[in-house]
């Protein structure tokens, strides 16, 4: 007789799965994300004995037990007793989130879980940042391996907390001894996310800064929960990448997605898109068009070794982010309806770009009257 369905068997009895088999896994960021997606795979496996979710609210799973609390409170040590496993997604990296209290929550957030993790005798946690924290340099190699040196600055959007988070995590073992955390860094993250890199592709053509050399490489939501899981069971760990094999030079993503280039000189494209984070007209600071000018490609050698691979590829990804963009217009980061888009002159770039390339015309403009 077949085994019945996992779900149909975790609703039957959520506080007490079958004894003996696997971790129990507490998930934060439980309600929303990449943290909901986790959840519900997680309590639909076999291999996983209970999952505790926590968060500021109640999500949607029901084959699990929910703890509604901010990850920062202490108390949060006493809802982790009895977890093996704790993975950590409850990371605001929101465009629109003021950049101090951004900062605020989750550093002390991780601070937090990582303390009351090992008060409450949990041997691993997994840390969800990102491939951000190599760096886009134009001397990067293409891939990166994944001990690669963290060459990134503080100078893109939540990359200083990320950089906080890895130092979190190497210091935390020596704090807490007999505490192991495993490290995961996504690339490019499409599936229901917006980022400064997702909105890149709202633009009606697609800025290349003059010199620079992009290469993309996309990371599918579900390939990041296949990856987090391999992580939570234990079948690999220290520090990973994940993403999609290869990537797309920049020729290839304008092929594949229709969408023309509009080219503007560095000095321009940097200065205005600094200028316009500074005075608040974009949330996006200077330092994310790094990441579309220079490649942060990465290895993901460890997850394959341990006989994890993608189920999608780089152009299956892009294909569901021109999907998931399709009708959105961006000026100077922040979205319009499509006519109103086209009113405001936005004819190329994306995030800060857009309004540079504006600063450009304009200023085109006012030669040619004198």
């Given at each position: ?80 007793r009895g977890a093996d496993v704790v993975v950590h ?83 935390a073992p020596r704090a807490h001894p007999g505490l ?191």
């Amino acid at each position: 007789m077949s085994s019945p369905d996992p779900q149909v068997r975790a609703a039957r009895n959520p506080s007490a799965p079958a004894a003996g088999r696997g971790p129990v896994v507490a998930v934060t960021g439980a309600a929303s994300g990449v943290g909901a997606l986790l959840t519900e795979r997680l309590a639909a496996s076999e291999e996983i004995k209970q999952v505790i979710a926590i968060d500021e609210r109640r999500g949607d799973c029901a084959q699990v037990q929910w703890h509604i609390l901010d990850v920062r409170d202490p108390a949060i040590a006493e809802k982790l007793r009895g977890a093996d496993v704790v993975v950590h997604l409850a990371l605001d990296l929101d465009l629109e989130t003021d950049g101090a209290a951004r900062t605020a929550y989750n550093v002390r957030g991780t601070q937090t879980v990582l303390t009351a993790a090992a008060a409450a005798g949990v041997h691993r946690v997994v840390l969800c940042t990102s491939a951000m924290v190599y760096g886009a340099l134009p001397d990067n190699e293409l891939p990166l391996s994944e001990d690669a040196e963290l060459r990134a600055t503080a100078e893109a959007t939540g990359v200083g907390d990320l950089l906080e988070v890895e130092r979190l995590a190497r210091r935390a073992p020596r704090a807490h001894p007999g505490l192991n955390v495993t490290v995961v860094r996504p690339a490019t993250l499409v599936g229901g996310t917006d980022t400064a890199l997702t909105r890149y592709f709202e633009s009606p053509r697609l800025l290349v800064v003059a010199g620079s050399r992009p290469a993309w490489q996309f990371c599918h939501v579900e390939d990041l929960c296949s990856a987090l899981e391999y992580a939570v069971l234990e079948k690999v760990e220290g520090e990973l990448a994940v993403g999609c094999d290869g990537w797309l030079e920049q020729e290839e993503v304008e092929e594949l997605s229709g969408i023309r280039r509009m080219e503007l000189p560095s000095a321009v494209a940097l200065g205005a898109a600094a200028r316009l984070h500074r005075i608040g007209l974009t949330p996006s600071p200077a330092g994310d068009l790094a990441y579309t000018m220079y490649p942060w490609v990465v290895s993901v050698s460890r997850l394959h070794d341990a006989g994890w691979r993608p189920q999608w590829t780089n152009e299956e990804v892009l294909a569901e982010l021109l999907e998931e963009v399709s009708g959105r217009r961006t000026v100077a980061g922040r979205r319009l309806g499509r006519k109103d888009a086209t009113a405001a002159g936005a004819a190329g770039a994306t995030v800060a770009l857009l309004g540079a390339a504006a600063v450009v015309r304009r200023a085109r403009k006012a030669r040619r009257r004198i």
